[in-house]
């Protein structure tokens, strides 16, 4: 005696209730970018914390400003409008240059003048002590750069200290 055939149970059949659904293969190219993605940003995080938004690790010392007040000046004080002239490096490729006169100017203008001097790096620190980050560079104003105007600078040489525009200052 034979048994009638089954039908809709055979291993293949797409009304089988036993059968297994189809395995979905997890993107693994979008999880290693996405992976990576969130190391860089801890990365990034952490270099910026832990500086404290300083471009140098060695803390520095809180800086003191004074300013006596002038009774006769010949010169007006420098503006951010005017381009002043900048003696230029030598090469290109050496990162040399003059130090320019860059106090009472935004902090932004006094890097862009530095760099036109021939030096791309320049370090700022908060000349309050307060050892805030310098994010936004047209909200700084410098009151105090080192090396004086006139000396002979390479990269990371030139300090400028910066206070916020709108906190009291000699400019």
């Known amino acids: 005696m034979s048994l009638p055939p089954t039908r809709g149970f055979d291993h293949g059949d797409e009304t089988d209730p036993f059968a297994k659904p189809p395995s979905r293969t997890p993107n693994t190219g979008a999880w290693i970018i996405l992976g990576a993605a969130v190391i860089l940003l801890v990365i990034v995080i952490a ?17 003191t400003v004074t300013v006596a007040p002038s009774t006769t000046s010949t010169t007006p004080p420098p503006t951010t409008s005017s381009t002043p002239d900048v003696p230029r490096s030598t090469s290109a490729t050496s990162g040399e240059g003059i130090m320019p006169q860059v106090v009472c100017m935004n902090l932004q203008a006094a890097q862009d003048l530095i ?16 050892g805030r980050a310098q994010i936004f560079d047209r909200n700084w104003i410098v009151v105090a750069q080192s090396p004086a105007a006139g000396a002979r600078i390479g990269e990371g040489d030139a300090v400028l200290s910066v206070v916020k525009n709108d906190e009291p200052n000699p400019c």
């Open 47 to 63: 270099v910026v914390v832990g500086t404290g938004g300083s471009d140098d690790p060695v803390a520095a010392p809180p800086v």
């Open 115 to 130: 760099q036109r001097s021939g030096v791309f790096y320049s370090r700022s620190r908060d000349a309050t002590g307060a």
